[in-house]
């Protein structure tokens, strides 16, 4: 389930959640290539956060990690589907 993107002037990452539902985790993979997940952030219902990078990113520097870890921590967090959006939104007349 796709909850957002964001890009570093270059490229387009896209952060997908790992279920609808009280995701336990969120993937980040460039727009372009999906089987190309470079970020894996795991541990949202716990609070035991644990984030995976993949081998060929590892050696971006920490900088940039840190900046694509917030980036997409906020995609995941503002962009939700919507209807789990509109879900507090909906109002019922009963006549």
Request: proline share 2%; charged share 25%.
């Amino acid at each position: 389930m796709v909850r957002g993107q964001f890009s570093d002037g270059r490229r387009i990452f896209v952060v997908r959640a790992s279920s609808a539902e009280a995701p336990d985790s969120f993937q980040v993979h460039a727009k372009a290539n999906q089987s190309d997940v470079i970020l894996v952030v795991s541990g949202l219902n716990s609070g035991n956060l644990h984030a995976t990078w993949n081998e060929e990113w590892r050696s971006t520097s920490p900088e940039w990690r840190e900046w694509a870890r917030n980036k997409a921590f906020k995609a995941f967090r503002t962009n939700r589907s919507a209807d789990t959006a509109q879900r507090g939104k909906i109002r019922f007349c009963r006549g």
